[in-house]
């Protein structure tokens, strides 16, 4: 996938030239192009229009933005784009299988994890990434991986209940 | 199968998990600018000239001033004295005065720093005290927004008696409402089409209201869009008049859609945020631990315009008693004016912070006379056919004492509290527990609801799909998903049969703002009615029989379409029946009903670091009918942890009326360590005039935690915490004193 047309930030007088960079997005083989400086966030959400990952405060401390980098979370916000080069990049959009949505996905539905959504897609992302290292975590664990992303509006609760219940998928339910 | 008392998994939770709900920043238009707003640095003074920094290609940039408004400058809300941009005169730190738009958004951001605005000083106004002694007059002849004095017997007279009077003085701090999307909006405007605004917002025809006025133009040349939106919490309740206003300026003036997102920063310390309050109490008790008389002075600080102050004071005012009986009461408070950006709604709007100060003065005026707080609190509790403070004969079956039963067993309250007794003897540590008594009126004050006249509409369309039409806003709290269970259920249809239209103000009817705890019980009501009178239409046509399939249904609403053309039922606001208030003397049925509460709150307090750690948390409470138990118990868990962060840890740093740690980095909400496990439960008690018997639930859980937490500091230290948010610092202070 080339990016032809770009609205990351114009390179100032002195800083150089806009870079190209190849990287895998959502599995897909990319090439960006733009300031080196420019946030990872603005040409995924900008040039890419891959617009599920949010921004919440731009300094890296709400996770809304985050996104997984060769398997790690990281929050885009703080990723200029000459670190995505030769990364393989997963946003909230390459979760689903098409249709087919993953287990943390309906966890999230069936368990009340998702309310107003705006910190959904990280949240979702920082839940993988903890069942990728760790995949029958206790709630400490839970806890400690997504001490990264707020939540203002669940409490955290049902976010942990349907941390372990994508883990359980045959658990009866409640 | 009826739906309602189902978890029905939230209608557009698939949107949300998948990135594709479309907030308004995820919106791009063809030739769209970007906005920014240029604000005061100072708190007050006269405009005497703006100078443009010389780097900037400004004739690239549209700007507009108080000059280009078409037609007036104000907010139209209360009292109408904020303008939409300040027009030679500051109020108030981060005050508007200009707009830029320019289609490089790093280059607009460049320009509005370049941007200096000469201010001669006027003086200001930064503490309540000030406001109330004077020394300046900001506002008015007085500093004074609003007040109301509540009376019931005879104070005075009951103080005088010779009982026993005790009292105590209460500080809350102001709260960011600290949604995770901030505000934005974006729009399109000229003089042909008018104006079309799409956004992030509670309130699409609060909106739509401000900006008839400021463009002057005709309700239908005034199109709101409400974008999914990501949190609310009462902070896009009034504020978003303004962004929309903003973008919609910029858009009239240059002739291009403008998109208009605030970043953190300016979206915290820029916009509203929970009124500071302090709260003075003299209780008089007899030998009996019974309240003789309560004389409670509560005063909030509005800022500098009057916003929705006064509605703010009012519910302040009316749960400043609690859920108690006291023969004599008098209330008398104040919202006054200070130098600061206006303060405004947020969850709970005025309750948490009068119901904070009540309930950690049970707890003082317990230890005063010798009783434990729950003995002191189950010889006041206000019972059926007993009149509240402001004179509403509580006329439902009230079960506080239930309440409080079921709270302290599941909390294991009486067990710990021994425990801890011998525990903190030997440990470095202290624990405690303590909890709060409290009821959260539902719906519009008074007669509100009655000047809100809230409809609601409910439309079939052809091929028999039903659409429900309401202004009331999805904003997390899961109104999408109880209106379709609800008008599913008194269709006889799937929830998933039924369409919750986006609130669009060319579409829906106006079902009022979504805020004060009232859309499932007022607006839920409506669209009860309005289905059921879609069921009415199609049973009295003989198109359908008291018990049918979805087919059926669909085939019903062909066959009516086809013979008799579109059909749509409508619903309208009806009191229930008996309700009187008096806005004059501040007496009456000031709700409709109330949810009440028992919250119970354990803590490990480190007398080292100082630090205040939540072990547990429970919170039992009777809301009517529970619509959708996850959606339910998701509200009350948010509430919960959104006071635990008020009580605890968010503290909003001001210097001369500017917020100074406007940064996720400073200002400190909790994480998914800092929350115990917050434990809630039900009763259910139907309310004859919700659907299905539900009652209001948004606010409550914003109204207890801080107290109960309060109360279980002071048991585990000995100390009295008095003032929110109780900040290690706070506390440590507190400590060292009573060390000596």
Request: proline share 6%.
């Amino acid at each position: 996938m080339h990016v032809g047309e770009l609205v990351s930030p114009k390179p100032r007088s002195g800083e150089g030239g806009p870079i190209r960079v190849g990287c895998t997005i959502n599995g897909v083989a990319s090439t960006l192009e733009g300031h080196p400086m420019a946030r990872l966030l603005d040409v995924l959400r900008h040039d890419l229009r891959l617009t599920g990952t949010k921004e919440g405060c731009g300094e890296g401390e709400c996770g809304a933005c985050a996104i997984l980098i060769d398997g790690q979370l990281v929050n885009s916000c703080l990723v200029p784009l000459l670190h995505a080069a030769g990364t393989s990049i997963t946003t909230i959009e390459g979760v689903a299988d098409g249709e087919r949505l993953h287990a943390v996905q309906e966890a999230f539905i069936a368990y009340g994890g998702a309310q107003c959504g705006i910190c959904t897609p990280g949240m979702v992302l920082a839940a993988i990434n903890l069942l990728a290292r760790n995949p029958d975590p206790a709630e400490a664990d839970i806890r400690t991986a997504l001490a990264g992303n707020l939540c203002r509006c669940t409490g955290y609760m049902r976010i942990f209940e349907a941390v372990v219940r994508a883990c359980h998928p045959s658990a009866s339910q409640t | 199968m009826p739906t309602i008392g189902q978890s029905i998994p939230r209608k557009e939770g698939r949107a949300k998990v998948t990135g594709r709900a479309r907030y308004v920043d995820d919106m791009a238009l063809p030739g769209m600018l970007y906005g920014a707003t240029v604000r005061s640095t100072v708190a007050r003074g006269e405009i005497r000239g703006i100078e443009y920094g010389p780097s900037i290609p400004w004739d690239e940039f549209t700007i507009v001033s108080a000059a280009d408004i078409p037609g007036r400058n104000c907010v139209t809300l209360i009292l109408d004295d904020q303008p939409f941009l300040a027009d030679g005169r500051i109020n108030h730190p981060e005050e508007p005065i200009l707009l830029l738009a320019h289609s490089d958004r790093f280059l607009l951001e460049e320009a509005r720093r370049q941007i200096i605005v000469h201010v001669e000083p006027r003086p200001a106004v930064f503490s309540m005290d000030d406001a109330l002694e004077r020394r300046h007059v900001i506002w008015g002849n007085d500093n004074i927004f609003k007040s109301y004095v509540v009376s019931r017997g005879d104070v005075d007279a009951a103080m005088a008696d010779g009982v026993r009077v005790i009292e105590g003085e209460y500080e809350t701090g102001a709260q960011e409402q600290l949604y995770i999307e901030p505000n934005g909006m974006l729009a399109v405007a000229n003089p042909v089409d008018g104006v079309t605004v799409w956004g992030s917002m509670q309130c699409p025809y609060y909106i739509q209201k401000a900006l008839l006025s400021l463009f002057e133009m005709p309700a239908e040349k005034i199109r709101i869009v409400q974008m999914e939106t990501g949190g609310g919490f009462g902070g896009k309740e009034e504020y978003p008049s303004i962004i929309a206003g903003h973008a919609a300026l910029l858009a009239w003036k240059s002739g291009r859609p403008v998109k208009v997102i605030y970043d953190r920063a300016e979206d915290m310390a820029a916009t509203t945020k929970r009124h500071p309050s302090r709260t003075r109490h003299r209780t008089a008790v007899d030998g009996q631990g019974r309240l003789v008389a309560m004389d409670i002075e509560f005063v909030i600080d509005g800022g500098a315009y009057c916003t929705l102050s006064p509605v703010v004071l009012s519910r302040g005012t009316i749960h400043a008693a609690g859920p108690y009986f006291c023969p004599n009461v008098r209330i008398r408070s104040h919202a006054v004016a200070t130098s600061a950006p206006p303060h405004g709604a947020f969850r709970g709007f005025g309750a948490p912070q009068s119901i904070f100060a009540l309930e950690r003065h049970m707890d003082v005026v317990a230890a005063a006379i010798g009783l434990t707080p729950e003995e002191f609190r189950r010889r006041n509790f206000i019972t059926p056919g007993q009149a509240s403070a402001v004179g509403q004969v509580i006329n439902e079956p009230v079960g506080m004492a239930r309440l409080l039963d079921r709270a302290l067993e599941l909390s294991e309250y009486h067990d710990k509290t021994r425990r801890f007794a011998v525990s903190n003897r030997r440990s470095t540590t202290k624990q405690g527990i303590g909890f709060a008594s409290f009821m959260h009126g539902a719906g519009f004050t008074g007669s509100g609801e009655e000047h809100l006249a809230s409809v609601v509409a409910v439309d079939v369309v052809p091929d028999g799909h039903v659409r429900v039409m309401t202004s009331s806003t999805e904003i997390g709290q899961g109104t999408n998903t109880i209106f379709a269970q609800i008008a599913g259920d008194a269709l006889q249809l799937p929830s998933d049969a039924i369409e919750v239209v986006q609130p669009d103000t060319a579409l829906v009817p106006n079902s009022g703002p979504t805020v004060a705890s009232r859309t499932c019980m007022v607006v839920g009501r409506l669209v009860e009615s309005a289905a059921l009178g879609v069921r009415r239409t199609l049973v009295d046509a003989g198109l359908l029989g008291d018990s049918y399939t979805s087919s059926d249904f669909q085939n019903a609403c062909r066959e009516y379409v086809a013979r008799t053309g579109p059909l749509r039922a409508t619903a309208r606001y009806q009191p229930p029946p008996g309700l009187k208030w008096d806005d004059e003397r501040y007496q009456g049925d000031a709700y409709g009903t109330y949810a009440w509460a028992v919250y119970v709150a354990e803590v490990t307090v480190d007398p080292v670091t100082f630090e205040v750690r939540v072990d547990d948390f429970v919170a039992v409470q009777e809301i009517g009918k529970v619509i959708n138990p996850v959606l339910a118990s998701g509200q009350i868990e948010g509430g919960v942890a959104q006071a635990i962060g008020w009580a605890l840890h968010e503290h909003v740093v001001w210097r001369e009326g500017r917020m100074v740690n406007s940064q996720m980095t400073n200002y400190i909400m909790p994480t998914s360590v800092d929350l115990p496990r917050i434990r809630v439960y039900f009763e259910e008690q139907a309310y004859p005039y919700g659907p299905a018997g539900a009652k209001g639930i948004g606010e409550l859980p914003m109204d207890g935690a801080a107290p109960a937490i309060f109360n279980a500091v002071a048991q585990a230290t000995g100390v009295s915490p008095t003032k929110v948010p109780l900040t290690p610092e706070v506390l440590m202070e507190l400590m060292e004193r009573a060390r000596g």
